[in-house]
C-alpha cells in the first residue's frame, strides 16, 4: 500500500470514529429520554398518557422504517440548516443522529421495560415522585442494559457510517467502495476489513467490560 | 355457639374511632371490572398494635394494604390515616404522607444497583436530608437488624431473611408511623420467617410502631398479630384478638385458613366416626381463657362420675392465652351419663360437639 493510501486510510478511519462517536452521543443524549418518555407515558407507567405514547411510538417508527441512504438525502436541508452544509463528514453527523436516536430509543425502552414493577412501587411507596423513581430507580437499575444497547447503536452506526460516503463524508467504508471495490485495491479493501473488525471489537469489548462492572444483580 | 370467650381485658369486636387510631377505613370499595377486590371494608388499626389481615390469594388483601398509602384508588369510602382523609388527595400531596408509612414486600424490592446502606438511606435521600445524616441513620438501622458488617455489600449477595431486615431497615428509616407489611414472610423458610417475625415484633415493643401486615399463612398471624381481621371476597368476614378467633371462628373461612394449626381428629378416626350406634361417643370440646386455666378434666371426673378417655387434643398459648381443643371419649350407650358430661363442660364455658360414635374403643 502507498504512503498516499496509507495516510488516506487514517484519515478515514478518524472521520469513522468522528461520525460515529458524534452521533453515538447525540443518539444518547436525545434517545434515552425518549426511552423513558415511551416507558412513563405507556399503561401503567409513571406519567401515564396514551395519546402522548401512540404519537412517540408513530414518529420513531416512521424514522426508523425509512432506509438510511434515503434519509440521507432526504434530510440535506435540515443538514443544511444545522451545519451550513450539506456534504462531508459533519454534514454526515446530522442524519446519522436522527437515524440513530429513534433506534437507540427503542433499545432503550426494552432495558427500562425490564426493571421490576416492584422497585417502583417502593419508590412511590417511599413518597417518590417521578423525577425520583428515574434517577434512583429506573435509570440506574436499567443502566447495564442501557450500556449494552449503546454499544450495540455504536456498532450499527460504524456499519451506517459507511454510506455516509455519499454525501462526501469519506470514512472507512467510503475508501473500501471507491479505492477497495472501484479500483480494485485489494490491499486496502483487506485493510478496511481489519480495521473494521477491531473498531467493532474494541466497542463491543470495553462495552460488555462496562456492563460487567455495573450489573450488581448477582 | 354465637358468643365470645370472655376476655381477660378489654376485647370489644368494633373499636370506637379515637385519636389513638392510626388508620380508619370506612366502607371501601374498590372494583376491577366485574370483580369487587374490596367490597365495603372498614377496619381500624389502633396506635401500637399489631393488626394482621388474613385472607386467600385474591381476596383483596393486596388491594386493601395498597389503599392505605394512596397506590390504589378506592372508588369509594374513606381512608383516614392519624385522622386524615387521603383517599382523594393527589398524587403530590400523597407522597409527604407516604413517608409516614413504611412499607415492606414479599420480593423485598431493594434496588440491586445500590449498596446496602444506601438503599436503606434512600427514603431519607428522598426526603431531601443531607448526606452524612443519611449515613447515620443508615448505620444505626442496620444495626437494629443486625446487619452492621453488610453496609457496603449489595442486595444480590444477601440471603433472602438478610433482604428482608435490610427492607424493614429501609421501611424505618424516615420514622414512620405506620409499617405495613405485604406478605413480608411469603417467599421466606420457615426458620426465616420465625426471625424476621420476632425482628417485627421487637421492634412494634422497642418503638411503638403500628403495624399492618397481610399474610396467607395464620401462622404469621399466631405468632406476631394483637388483632386479626379475616378477608374474603373483599369483605371483613371476621375480626378480633387472635387468641380469640383462634378459640372460636366463626365464618367458614377462618376455620379452614386455621385449618392445619388447630387440632384435628387424626384421620385414621375420623374414619371410623359412625352418626349413630356405637359403644363410644366422640365428643370435641373447646375451651380457651379463664375456662382453660381451670382443673377442668378432673373437675368434670368428680361432678360426673363415670367413665371417659382423652384421646386427642392439646392446650396451646396465644398471646398468654390457653386456647385448648381436647378430643375425648365417652363410653358406653347411656344418654344419661354423656348428657351430664356435656352440660358440665358448657356450664364451664366449653363449646362442645358431638362427632360421632366408634364401634371398637379406640
Known sequence: ????????????????????????????????????????????????????NRALGAVINGFRSV????????????????????????????????????????????????????????????????????????????????????????VTLIGASAMAGAIGAGGLGDLAIRYGYQRF?????????????????GIQWAGDRLVARLDRRG | ??????????????????????VRLVDLK????????LD???????????????????????????????????????????????????????????????????????????????NVALPLKIEGRPKAERLQRAAELLDLVGLSEKAKAYPASLSGGQKQRVGIARALAARPALLLSDEATSALDPETTRSILALLKDINRQLGLTILLITHEMEVIRSIADRVAVIDAGRIVEEGPVWSVFAEPRSEITRSLLGAIRPQLPAELAARLLPSAGTETLLR????????????????????????????????????????????SVPGSDANHLAAVITFLKARQARVEVLGHVANPV
Open chain 2, 30 to 37: 374498590r372494583r376491577f371490572g366485574v370483580t369487587a377486590a
Open chain 1, 67 to 154: 432506509p438510511f441512504i434515503i434519509l440521507l438525502v432526504a434530510l440535506i436541508p435540515v443538514t443544511r440548516l444545522i451545519v451550513g452544509t450539506s456534504i462531508g463528514t459533519w454534514a454526515a453527523i446530522v442524519p446519522l443522529s436522527i437515524a440513530a436516536t429513534p433506534y437507540y430509543a427503542r433499545i432503550a425502552e426494552v432495558s427500562l421495560r425490564e426493571v421490576d414493577r416492584g422497585l417502583i412501587e417502593a419508590a412511590r411507596a417511599m413518597g417518590g415522585n417521578r423525577w425520583t423513581i428515574i434517577r434512583e430507580v429506573l435509570v440506574p437499575e436499567a443502566l447495564p442494559g442501557i450500556v449494552a444497547g449503546f454499544t450495540v447503536t455504536l
Open chain 2, 40 to 118: 365495603g371494608v372498614s377496619l381500624t388499626v389502633r396506635k401500637g398494635e399489631i393488626l394482621g389481615i388474613i385472607g386467600r390469594s385474591g381476596a383483596g388483601k393486596s388491594t386493601l394494604i395498597r389503599c392505605l398509602n394512596g397506590l390504589e384508588r378506592p372508588d369509594s369510602g374513606e381512608v383516614f390515616i392519624e385522622g386524615r382523609e387521603i383517599s382523594r388527595l393527589g398524587e403530590r400531596d400523597l407522597q409527604p404522607l407516604r413517608r409516614r408509612i413504611g412499607m415492606i414486600f414479599q420480593h423485598f424490592n431493594l434496588l440491586s444497583a445500590k449498596t446496602v446502606e444506601d
Open chain 1, 1 to 52: 500500500m502507498s504512503p498516499i493510501l496509507f495516510e488516506l486510510l487514517l484519515r478515514s478511519i478518524w472521520e469513522t470514529v468522528l461520525m460515529t462517536a458524534a452521533s453515538g452521543l447525540i443518539s444518547l443524549v436525545f434517545g434515552l429520554p425518549l426511552g423513558l418518555a415511551l416507558i412513563a407515558t405507556e399503561r401503567g407507567g409513571i406519567a401515564e398518557s396514551p395519546w402522548v
Open chain 2, 285 to 328: 370440646v373447646d375451651v380457651a381463657g379463664e375456662a382453660a386455666r381451670g382443673p377442668l378434666l378432673s373437675d368434670l371426673a368428680t361432678a360426673v362420675p363415670g367413665p371417659f378417655r382423652l384421646v386427642h387434643g392439646g392446650i396451646d398459648h396465644i398471646q398468654q392465652q390457653p386456647v385448648g381443643t381436647l378430643f375425648l
Open chain 2, 1 to 22: 355457639m354465637n358468643q365470645r370467650f370472655a376476655a381477660p381485658a378489654e376485647a370489644t369486636d368494633q373499636p370506637r374511632a379515637t385519636p389513638q387510631d392510626v
Open chain 1, 185 to 201: 485495491e485489494t490491499s486496502v479493501m483487506i485493510a478496511v476489513v481489519i480495521v473494521l473488525i477491531i473498531l467493532v471489537c
